[in-house]
C-alpha cells in the first residue's frame, strides 16, 4: 500500500529556533500535500495545501512567512516552522492523495510532535 | 464552512460491549466520510470510508452509516476489545474531493 514517510516523529527545540519537518511519499507521486496541525483535546486542522512546482496555499489564520512549504519534488514536501515559539508546540500531520482509489484514498504520515521550550 | 463534531468526547467501556460513536457535520454537500483511529501521538489509520452516495460500509467488527440529508454518522463497534482503545476521528471530505475537515474525536477506553 501506499506510504507517506514522515520525519521526525518527535523535536523539541528551544524558541526562537526554526525546525523542518519532512513527508516523503515513498511509493507513489504527491503533487499534492495537505498540512495539518492539532492542539492539545482539539480537531485536526488543515494549515496549508503545497502543490509540487508552485506555491503553498495557507489557510486562514495561518502566517505564511511563520510555516515555510517547500514542495520541490513529486515526493517530496516540507514544512519549516521559522523562529518558533511555545504556542507552536502542536502535533503537525501530512497527508497526500495516494491514487489508490481515485478521488478518495489519501495516506497520512505518522505525525511530528514538536514541542517548543 | 463545514463543521464536524463528535459525541461523546470520551467514552469508557468494559470490554465485549457493543458501541456507538456519533459523528455530525453541519454541510451535507460532501465527498465521503471517513472514519480514522489515532493512537496517542501517531499518525491516522483509516477504518472505514463512505461515499456520499453509499449508506453504510462494514469492516470486520466495524460497521459505519451515513444520513447525508440529516449530516449524520455513526460507528458501530462490535465486542470491544481492550486493542480498541483510541481515538476515533471521523473527517468530511468537501466536494472537491480534498480536503477533510475534522472532528474533535471521541476517546475510547476498553477495560478489560
Known amino acids: 500500500g501506499a506510504v507517506v514517510s514522515q520525519h521526525p516523529s518527535w523535536v523539541i527545540c528551544k524558541s526562537g529556533t526554526s525546525v523542518k519537518i519532512e513527508c516523503r511519499s515513498l511509493?507513489?507521486?504527491?503533487?499534492?500535500m495537505f498540512w495539518y496541525r492539532q492542539f492539545p483535546k482539539q480537531s485536526l486542522m488543515l494549515m496549508a495545501t503545497?502543490?509540487?512546482?508552485?506555491?503553498?496555499?495557507?489557510e486562514q489564520g495561518v502566517e505564511k512567512d511563520k510555516f515555510l512549504i517547500n514542495h520541490a519534488s513529486l515526493t517530496l514536501s516540507t514544512l519549516t516552522v521559522t523562529s518558533a515559539h511555545p504556542e507552536d508546540s502542536s502535533f503537525y500531520i501530512c497527508?497526500?492523495?495516494?491514487?489508490?482509489?481515485?478521488?478518495?484514498?489519501?495516506?497520512f504520515g505518522s505525525g511530528t510532535r514538536l514541542t517548543v521550550v | 464552512k463545514q463543521e464536524v463534531t463528535q459525541i461523546p468526547a470520551a467514552l469508557s467501556v468494559p470490554e465485549g460491549e457493543n458501541l456507538v460513536l456519533n459523528c455530525s457535520f453541519t454541510?451535507?454537500?460532501?465527498?465521503?466520510l471517513q472514519w480514522f483511529r489515532q493512537d496517542p501521538g501517531k499518525g491516522l489509520t483509516s477504518l472505514l470510508l463512505?461515499?456520499?452516495?453509499?449508506r453504510e460500509q462494514t469492516s470486520g467488527r466495524l460497521n459505519a452509516s451515513l444520513d447525508k440529508s440529516s449530516g449524520r454518522s455513526t460507528l458501530y463497534i462490535a465486542a470491544s476489545q481492550p486493542g480498541d482503545s483510541a481515538t476515533y476521528l471521523c473527517?468530511?471530505?468537501?466536494?472537491?474531493?480534498?480536503?477533510?475537515?475534522f472532528g474533535p474525536g471521541t476517546r475510547l477506553s476498553v477495560l478489560p
Open positions: 497527508s497526500a492523495p495516494d491514487g489508490l482509489i481515485i478521488g478518495y484514498g489519501y495516506t
Open positions: 511509493d507513489f507521486q504527491a503533487t499534492t
Open positions: 503545497s502543490n509540487e512546482g508552485s506555491k503553498a496555499t495557507y
Open positions: 454541510d451535507s454537500a460532501i465527498y465521503n
Open positions: 463512505i461515499q456520499s452516495s453509499q
Open positions: 473527517a468530511a471530505q468537501d466536494n472537491y474531493g480534498q480536503n477533510f475537515v
